[in-house]
């Protein structure tokens, strides 16, 4: 039932708050994390773990990239991504203090399925963060978060995308809990921001058809690129990802420090680039950065649609269009500026008349390798 919407993705896209709120459900507590289905793996194995590795595929592969970001920075231990399909070809490095997290939405993606039976015959734990219950990934798994992010019908995922960051990110507080890497203060902070989350992504997905108005002024692309520091990075490949996936244009994300490094050879006069802007206001530099990355691309002629935080008017007089996000603290921007990318491809797709559910080529769960 697409519930009066002309597609899944559609309705799926506007499901992203209720993802990240009932994937929240129970399991905040007294300014803490309750995560009880970790406690299979017993009581010290957080504290033994030095390294953990995070397997998936697509866009589940892209949540844990962004994700990464902030399970090293919370709970100060080593966080490596790998594609399942190229974990399990080589000889990955992995002991038993090695904890193997796979990210699934459907739980039955075979490459997936297969880096897991590897791990797990490597003497590594496996811990499965999975949308559908009782899928083989999770029941082949040492231990299981679920996401809660509802049936996702179209192939394109969208609000499961949000809800395995939204896990992750309660994984990492859980783990810097019992790392005793973060004080009970700074988790507490973090969880009251969070919790605010999936009112400010409302706010986002009330400014849909000004979104579908930029995406109309790119209707023409042949090629969209979209740039990205730190989590924006993943965002970029994320935004990108989808583009192709149902709009069937050539898009391509980077990280914006790599554009010397050949891609702003790309740039030709009116190419459109996406940039993902973090706040001006986070303690770090990437903001001046990414401004002297879009004036790079501008003087070369790039037409830039930034997605910015709301207020930021530094970054104003250096953009063709922008389209902001209400504000939040540095790791939680990414579950907002993705949604302007994923409703970006929706409306880019539907302006083509393609079918936005099913793209050609392609399933929703990939079952064979
Ligand atoms: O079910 P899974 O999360 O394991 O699926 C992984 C990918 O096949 C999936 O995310 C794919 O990339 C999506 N169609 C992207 O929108």
Not at 139 to 168: C, M, N, W
Request: charged residues 20%; glycine residues 6%; proline residues 5%.
């Amino acid at each position: 039932d697409k519930g009066g919407w002309d597609s899944f993705m559609a309705k799926e896209i506007t499901e992203n708050p209720e993802a990240v709120s009932n994937t929240l459900m129970g399991r905040i507590q007294d300014g803490a994390v309750t995560l009880s289905s970790l406690d299979v793996l017993g009581e010290n194995y957080f504290r033994e773990i030095d390294r953990i590795t995070v397997i998936a595929c697509g866009t589940a592969f892209y949540s844990g990239q962004t994700a990464a970001y902030a399970i090293e920075r919370w709970a100060g231990i080593p966080v490596t991504l790998e594609l399942a399909h190229e974990f399990r070809y080589r000889t990955p490095f992995i002991t038993d203090r090695t904890l193997v997290i796979s990210l699934s939405q459907s739980g039955e993606t075979m490459d997936t399925l297969m880096a897991v039976r590897y791990a797990r015959e490597h003497g590594a734990k496996t811990l499965s963060i999975c949308n559908t219950q009782g899928a083989s990934i999770p029941r082949e798994s040492d231990a299981v978060v679920y996401t809660h992010a509802g049936p996702e019908v179209a192939v394109a995922s969208t609000k499961a995308f949000t809800a395995q960051i939204t896990a992750l990110y309660l994984f990492g507080l859980y783990l810097a809990q019992e790392r005793s890497t973060l004080s009970s203060d700074e988790i507490a902070d973090l969880l009251d921001e969070f919790q605010t989350i999936p009112e400010k992504m409302r706010a986002v997905l009330e400014e849909h058809d000004r979104i579908k108005e930029l995406a109309h002024w790119m209707a023409d692309a042949r090629s969209v690129l979209y740039l990205g520091r730190s989590t924006g990075f993943p965002i970029a490949l994320e935004g990108a990802l989808k583009l192709k996936e149902i709009a069937y244009i050539h898009a391509e994300g980077f990280a914006a420090g790599e554009l010397k490094h050949g891609p702003i050879a790309l740039i030709e006069p009116g190419q459109p680039v996406f940039v993902i802007v973090p706040s001006p206001r986070h303690d770090d530099s990437l903001h001046p950065k990414i401004v002297s990355n879009i004036q790079e691309i501008r003087a070369r002629g790039a037409r830039v649609l930034a997605v910015i935080e709301g207020g930021d008017a530094t970054v104003l007089p250096y953009v063709d269009e922008a389209f902001a996000c209400p504000p939040t603290s540095e790791f939680f921007e990414p579950l907002l500026r993705v949604i302007p990318l994923q409703i970006f491809a929706l409306e880019l797709s539907t302006a083509k008349g393609l079918d936005v559910d099913q793209p050609r080529n392609l399933a929703k769960s990939v079952t064979v390798e």
